[in-house]
């Protein structure tokens, strides 16, 4: 069920106590990470009105949300309402929580209760992210010589290994680049695949 698994950023981007948007086949997520270090990924609408999630901060092992700050433990459940604060809050209300992992310095996000089974990546160092104006098609004009397998795209540049995997986000895509080689020529690299693919141009 490896084609569940979706990459969402890398390790190194969601610091302790911050949340993002993210993305699965097109539903919008909330990806945050408490102040223990504790990654959690919910669908990016608060149960109460449907505020972005991802709008919302960090308090501890609490995500709160920014409009009437209603607050949800890493379970997803509510926590606590400001407007009530005596009120033990109903079971119900709950984020709709998917399953959220990162190995070898990337995030994955899948349903919730989906098997494991992540590409290995080990060897290789998280470099960036960049998003590429394309759809996904278009990246075998930039990537001339790598393999792709699933989401992750394999080649080597100047000698190094290197692994790309993919975020759809549909109109464009991100590649979330590792390698093993020198982190500043890899990222230079990365800037050229995007202008390839972009414009059809070497950078
Ligand atoms: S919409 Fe989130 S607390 Fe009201």
Redo the contacts with the bound molecule.
Sequence with gaps: MSGMWVANGLSQDLPLGVVMAGSWQGAELAIWRSATGRLSAWNDR??????R?SHGFVRGETLS??????TYGTDGACSKIPAHPAMVPPAAIKAEVYACVEADGVIWVAPAGTEVVLPDLSGLVAVRSVTVQADVAALTRGLPGFVQHGAVWRGQVEGAAVALVVQDRGASVTLHGLGAGDRVRLSRWLDGVRRLVEEGVLA
């Design positions: 608060c149960p109460h009105r449907g505020m999630l949300c920014i409009y009437h700050g209603w």
